[in-house]
C-alpha cells in the first residue's frame, strides 16, 4: 500500500463516505477533495486509484486535467508512486493515445470527443477541478455526460486546492454543477504547523500598485486597463529594486504580472540588478518553456515573470520568494499563486511573499480563505464585505493582522492606528506577525525530549493564561467518550471538554488520534472507544492547560511539569 499521510487518509475515507451517501441527482456521484498546494494531491490520487482497483480489478479510471504539462507530471508521480500501475496517456500533446490502459491519465482537451476510444469508466478523478467552467455544454461537461450514459455508477472525484471559481462561485453550487459538496477539506494553517508545508511571511512593499481607475469585466479586472496601470517603467525599477534586496538570500524567486510587455519589462529590470531571470507566457514554446523551468528548478535562473502560466500545476518546491505584481480581485487566483511557495524543500526555512498589489489586505490570509469568503467577499478576519483583512504598520510597513494590536517587528503595542502612527518610523522588516497566515504556526512538532519552546510575540501575549491542571478523565458519552480536564482558576474549581468519536471516519478519526498521542498515549490509538476509556490510565495528565477562542473555536495547549510542551494541541477542540 502507498503511505500516506493521516489528513490524506482521511480525504480518501471520507470522499468513500460521501459516495456511500449516494443521492438522486448525477452531481451526487460527484465530490470534491480540497488539499492545498503542496499537500501531496498526486500522491492522494494515485492511492485512490490502486485502491479502486484493489476492491474490483476490473474497473478502469480516468485521471483528467487540462494541460499536457500535468498530464505528464500526474503520470511521473502516479507511476513513482505505484511502479506496477496498468497505467497509460492520452494526450495528443504528448504524442500519446494509449486508450486500453485501466488508468489512463489524459488531457481533457485530447478525450472530449474521443468516448468511444476511452470507453466505459468506472471512476473519473478531475484533478485541478477549479478549472472546469460552469456551464453544462463544456468539454469537461460532455466528457462526464457521455461516461455516466455508458456507466450510469460511475463516480467522480474532484481535487483542487481552491473550490470555487471567480465569476459564478462554487463549484458544488449552480443548475450544471458537476460535483455536490466538499468530501474534505484540509486545513493549511494545520499543515504549515505540522511541517508538511512551508511557513510564509508576509511584506508590505514600500510600491504600492494603483488600480484604483482600472475597470471591471466578469468580476476581475479588465486585462489591458490593468496592464496599462501598472505596466510603468518607475515603478517596476522600484518594486523590482525592493524585490531584489529581499530575494538577495533566497533560492528562487517567482513574480506574477499582470500582462506580457509587463512580464518582460519586470524580467529586464531583474537582470538590470544582476540576477537571471526569463519570462513565461501562454505563447512561450513548449520546448523552451520547458526548457526555461527546467534551468529554474536546477538553480541556473534566479527568477521567472509570469502571465498566468505558473499559477497552477507548477511545482519547483525550491520556491522561497512570490512577488504580487498583478493585483486581482480573484481570491482563487491569489490563492493559486501564493500557493506556488507552500511546499517545502531542504534547506527551507520559509518563504516571502511580496504583496505590491494589496492582496493580502483584500483577500485576508490565505489559510483563512474559504468558499464563502473567495464567493461572498467574507473574510474571516474583520472588516466585511469588501473590507481590508490586513494593514501595515504605518512606522515599518510589515503587514499585522487588521485585529492585531501590536506589530511585532518593531515591539511596540499601540491601542490603534493613531497611536501607531505617532511612533517613530523604524526599519522595514519581514513581517514576524505573519499577516500572510492568520495564526503563526511556529515550527514543526516539537520533540517531546527537547527544550521548551521559547515563548514570544502573541505567544507571551497569552503565556500568564496557564491553569494548572487538577484531573484529567475519560468519561462515555452517546455518540463517543468526553475527554476532561480540570483546572484551577484561582480559588475556584473549572473543568474543559472536548468531544472525541474515535470510531468514526475522516476528521473526526484523525482528531481522537491527536488528542491520544499529544497526551503520551502512543503511536498507535484505540480503534474502538473502549479501548480509549480502557487506556485512559496510560495518559499523561498536564501540569497546566492555557484556552483561549480561536478562529474556529477554543484553542488549547498543554504542558508537562518540566516545561515541556505535550503536543501542541491548538485548534483540535472545534466541537468543544
Known amino acids: 500500500m502507498l503511505r500516506l499521510r493521516d489528513y490524506q487518509r482521511s480525504s480518501l475515507d471520507a470522499l468513500a463516505a460521501a459516495w456511500a451517501q449516494g443521492g438522486a441527482d448525477a452531481a451526487a456521484s460527484g465530490h470534491l477533495v480540497v488539499l492545498p498546494t503542496g499537500a501531496g494531491k498526486a500522491l492522494t490520487i494515485a492511492a485512490l486509484a490502486r485502491e479502486t482497483l484493489a476492491d474490483n480489478p476490473l474497473a478502469r479510471v480516468a485521471i483528467v486535467t487540462h494541460s499536457r504539462e500535468l498530464v505528464a507530471q500526474n503520470f511521473s508521480e502516479l507511476t513513482r508512486a505505484w511502479p506496477e500501475a496498468p497505467a497509460g496517456i492520452f494526450s495528443a500533446g504528448l504524442g500519446r493515445r494509449e486508450a486500453h490502459a485501466p488508468v489512463l491519465v489524459c488531457g481533457i482537451q485530447s478525450v472530449a470527443d474521443r468516448l468511444d476510444a476511452v470507453g466505459p469508466r468506472d471512476l473519473v478523478i478531475v484533478d485541478e477541478a477549479h478549472l472546469i467552467p460552469r456551464a453544462a455544454d463544456t468539454r469537461y461537461g460532455r466528457f462526464l455526460a457521455g461516461l455516466r450514459a455508458r456507466t450510469p455508477g460511475m463516480r467522480v472525484a474532484?481535487?483542487?486546492a481552491t473550490p470555487y471559481r471567480l465569476d459564478s462561485g462554487r463549484l458544488d453550487e449552480g443548475a450544471h454543477r458537476l460535483f455536490s459538496g466538499i468530501a474534505y477539506e484540509a486545513d493549511t494553517f494545520e499543515l504549515i504547523r505540522r511541517g508538511f508545508l512551508a511557513p510564509l511571511v508576509s511584506k508590505a512593499t514600500l510600491t504600492q500598485l494603483d488600480v484604483s481607475g482600472v475597470g471591471r469585466r466578469g468580476g476581475d479586472y479588465i486585462p489591458g486597463e490593468l496592464e496599462a496601470a501598472v505596466n510603468r517603467d518607475s515603478i517596476t525599477r522600484a518594486a523590482v529594486a525592493e524585490l531584489a534586496d529581499y530575494g538577495r538570500g533566497r533560492r528562487a524567486w517567482l513574480a506574477f504580472c499582470a500582462g506580457l510587455a509587463h512580464a518582460e519589462a519586470v524580467r529586464d529590470a531583474v537582470r538590470a540588478e544582476g540576477y537571471s531571470c526569463e519570462a513565461v507566457t501562454g505563447g512561450t514554446p513548449r520546448r523552451e518553456r520547458d526548457r526555461i523551468v527546467a534551468a529554474f528548478r536546477a538553480g541556473q535562473i534566479r527568477c521567472l515573470t509570469s502571465v498566468g502560466v505558473l499559477g497552477t500545476?507548477?511545482?519547483?518546491?525550491?520556491?522561497?520568494?512570490?512577488?504580487?505584481?498583478?493585483?486581482?480581485?480573484?481570491?482563487?487566483?491569489?490563492?493559486?499563486?501564493?500557493?506556488?511557495a507552500l511546499r517545502c524543500a531542504p534547506g527551507k526555512a520559509d518563504a516571502l511573499i511580496l504583496d505590491y498589489a494589496g492582496l493580502v489586505r483584500m483577500h485576508g490570509p490565505v489559510d483563512a480563505v474559504t468558499v464563502r469568503s473567495a464567493t461572498q467577499g467574507l473574510g474571516r478576519l474583520p472588516g466585511g464585505a469588501g473590507g481590508a483583512r490586513a494593514k501595515a504598520c504605518p512606522g515599518c510597513g510589515a503587514l499585522i493582522a487588521l485585529n492585531a494590536s501590536?506589530?511585532?517587528a518593531c515591539w511596540t503595542e499601540p491601542q490603534g492606528d493613531a497611536e501607531m502612527d505617532a511612533q517613530a518610523p523604524h526599519e522595514a522588516a519581514a513581517d514576524d506577525e505573519r499577516a500572510i497566515l492568520s495564526g503563526d504556526p511556529g515550527s514543526p512538532d516539537p520533540d517531546p525530549a527537547g527544550p521548551a519552546p521559547r515563548e514570544s510575540g502573541r505567544e507571551a501575549s497569552w503565556a500568564a493564561s496557564w491553569r494548572p491542571v487538577t484531573a484529567l478523565s475519560l468519561e462515555p458519552a452517546p455518540d463517543g467518550l468526553d475527554l476532561v480536564l480540570g483546572w484551577r482558576d484561582g480559588a475556584a474549581e473549572a473543568t474543559w471538554r472536548v468531544r472525541l468519536r474515535p470510531e468514526r471516519s475522516g476528521y473526526e478519526r484523525e482528531k481522537a488520534v491527536s488528542w491520544w498521542r499529544?497526551?503520551?498515549?502512543?503511536?498507535?490509538?484505540?480503534?474502538e472507544t473502549a479501548g480509549f476509556l480502557?487506556?485512559?490510565?496510560s495518559l499523561t495528565p498536564p501540569a497546566a492547560i492555557r484556552i483561549r477562542p480561536g478562529r474556529l473555536s477554543e484553542q488549547i495547549a498543554c504542558r508537562a511539569a518540566d516545561g515541556r510542551i505535550l503536543g501542541d494541541l491548538r485548534r483540535l477542540g472545534r466541537d468543544a
Request: hydrophobic content about 35%; proline content about 6%; glycine content about 18%.
Open 158 to 160: 474532484g481535487f483542487t
Open 313 to 340: 500545476g507548477f511545482n519547483v518546491p525550491e520556491v522561497e520568494l512570490v512577488a504580487l505584481l498583478r493585483p486581482t480581485r480573484s481570491t482563487g487566483l491569489y490563492v493559486q499563486q501564493v500557493g506556488r
Open 406 to 408: 501590536t506589530c511585532e
Open 518 to 527: 499529544g497526551l503520551g498515549g502512543g503511536r498507535d490509538a484505540p480503534m
Open 534 to 537: 480502557e487506556g485512559a490510565e
